[in-house]
């Protein structure tokens, strides 16, 4: 079965432009998280996204924001990119927190460098 | 919100030794503690978790213990070999209705196994 697939795997992009990244989740999988790592640091939540609401938002300005689509499948939008976006974007999937034994699983990442 | 600490930083053991890593939480009302090991540029897989109703768990040679009294939670694996050298992450979340799940990680541990 395939896992999480994430594109692109690299993106390098200009301060003040606009990213958008993509996240397929495991197949019967209907929530899709965001986090950000920066280098050196553990994940940050950013959203999660169940049967395509909104169900969590960390800690990150309005210049993040993201969307699920009807196949279960997410985007995560950046606005005005800023030097410190640079990290590596995780989507992670899983099943619904109240069936037994739903972790996250995470996909490889899209690598962000802002210049 | 939660707060997760991780201990070590950094930990170096010769193969065939164990290695212990700790995390201690704030919110009392985390419930699911999940363990990801992540390798230079791969995405973090999950590696064990435990619940809250669960003071231990064990997988081959992979153990997580959990004292919600004190709110820590510690790692240990046993027999370790070089394959294990990676950097671990700790994560507390708290289970609500409507699957929304967000998970809050530690700093991560980088642990290297000397052969």
């Known amino acids: 079965d395939a896992g999480v697939t994430q594109s692109p795997t690299h993106l390098i992009k200009t301060r003040g432009q606009h990213v958008t990244l993509r996240c397929s989740p495991i197949?019967?999988?209907?929530?899709v998280s965001w986090y950000q790592q920066v280098l050196g640091q553990g994940p940050q939540f950013i959203f999660q996204?169940?049967?395509?609401?909104?169900?969590g938002r960390g800690n990150f300005p309005d210049r993040f924001s993201a969307r699920q689509f009807p196949n279960y499948s997410s985007e995560l939008n950046v606005n005005a990119l800023l030097l410190g976006d640079s990290a590596l974007y995780l989507c992670a999937s899983s099943l619904p927190q109240d069936r037994a034994g739903s972790p996250l699983h995470f996909g490889n990442g899209t690598r962000l460098t802002v210049t | 919100g939660e707060n997760v600490e991780q201990h070590p930083s950094t930990l170096s053991v010769q193969e065939g030794d164990s290695a212990v890593i700790k995390c201690t939480y704030s919110?009392?009302?985390?419930?699911?503690f999940p363990w990801y090991k992540q390798e230079l540029g791969k995405r973090p897989q999950l590696i064990i978790d435990i619940r809250s109703n669960v003071g231990e768990k064990k997988d081959q040679r992979i153990a997580v213990t959990l004292n919600k009294t004190a709110k820590h939670f510690s790692l240990h694996i046993t027999e370790t070999q070089p394959e294990d050298s990676a950097v671990y992450f700790c994560a507390a979340s708290i289970g609500s209705s409507g699957s929304a799940r967000q998970l809050t990680f530690g700093s991560g541990t980088q642990l290297t196994v000397l052969p």
């Open positions: 996204y169940y049967e395509k609401e909104e169900r």
């Open positions: 919110d009392s009302a985390s419930n699911y």
């Open positions: 197949s019967g999988h209907k929530s």
